[in-house]
C-alpha cells in the first residue's frame, strides 16, 4: 500500500486575515480609544451641552417630549465626558424638581449603558490583560463577585468620576442589569441635590436651595475626607 500524504491545509486567504486584525482585543481597544477621543474633541469644538443647558430643547418641543430628548442629550453629552452636574442643574433650572430630576436620571442610567457596553465589546478582551497590580485584582474581584453592591457604593460615593466607574464595571465580569439598577439607585440623592439646586436657583436663600447645596457641600467634603485618608494609608 502506499503512504498517503496528507493534504496541506490552504492558508486563510486576505480577508479572513484581515479580518482577524480588526477583531483582535488590541485593534477594538484602538478603536475604542479612538471613539472616546473623538467624543471629547467634538464636545470641546462643538459644544453640545449649550444645546441642552440653553432650553433650545424646550423651544423645540414642549412638555414630555422636551424632558425626553433632554435626557437623550444629557446621555450622549456624558458619553462625552460633559460634566453630570452642570446637566443635572440645566435639568432642575428647565423642568423643575421632578421632571428635571426624570429626565437627569435617565440620561445618567443612558449614558452610563453606552458607555458600559463600548468598554465592554470594545475594551474587555485588551485591558483584562492589564489587570495585574493588587488593588487592581482587588477592585476587579470586588465588582465581578459583588457587582451590584460594589456599584451602588461607587455611585453613591460623590469622589469616584462617572467614566471611570462605568469603564471600571465593563472591564471586570459584571452583569449589565445589575450595573443599570445600581447605576440609577445609586445616583439619585447626588442628582436630586444638584436638580432641586437648578430648580431653586433663583432663590437662593429659600429652604430647598440651602439643604440641597448644603447635601452637595457635605457629601463633596466627606468624599474628599475618605480619599485623602485611604490614599494616606497606601502612602504609609
Known amino acids: 500500500m502506499l503512504d ?108 452610563a449603558g453606552i458607555s458600559f457596553l463600548l468598554g465592554r465589546v470594545l475594551g474587555q478582551d485588551a485591558l483584562r490583560t492589564l489587570v495585574r497590580g493588587r488593588w487592581l485584582r482587588a477592585a476587579d474581584g470586588q465588582l465581578s463577585r459583588h457587582g451590584f453592591r460594589s456599584m451602588l457604593a461607587l455611585r453613591l460615593f460623590p469622589g469616584v468620576p462617572f467614566a471611570a466607574a462605568n469603564y471600571c464595571a465593563a472591564v471586570s465580569r459584571m452583569g449589565y442589569p445589575a450595573f443599570l439598577v445600581a447605576t440609577g439607585l445609586g445616583s439619585i440623592p447626588n442628582t436630586a441635590a444638584y436638580v432641586v439646586a437648578g430648580s431653586e436657583a433663583s432663590s437662593p436663600t429659600s429652604p430647598a436651595f440651602l439643604a440641597a447645596m448644603g447635601f452637595i457641600v457635605l457629601t463633596g467634603a466627606g468624599g474628599a475626607v475618605v480619599a485623602w485618608r485611604r490614599r494616606h494609608r497606601l502612602g504609609g
Open 4 to 111: 498517503t500524504v496528507p493534504a496541506a491545509r490552504p492558508s486563510p486567504g486576505l480577508a479572513v486575515r484581515c479580518t482577524r486584525v480588526l477583531l483582535s482585543p488590541w485593534s477594538r481597544l484602538s478603536l475604542l480609544v479612538a471613539v472616546l477621543v473623538g467624543a471629547a474633541t467634538a464636545m470641546l469644538l462643538l459644544e453640545p451641552q449649550r444645546l441642552v443647558t440653553s432650553g433650545r430643547l424646550g423651544e423645540l418641543s414642549g412638555g414630555a417630549t422636551a424632558v425626553v430628548l433632554f435626557g437623550l442629550a444629557y446621555g450622549l453629552c456624558t458619553v462625552a465626558f460633559v460634566p453630570r452636574p452642570l446637566l443635572n442643574l440645566a435639568a432642575g433650572a428647565l423642568f423643575g424638581a421632578q421632571a428635571g430630576l426624570a429626565a437627569a436620571l435617565g440620561g445618567t442610567v443612558l449614558g
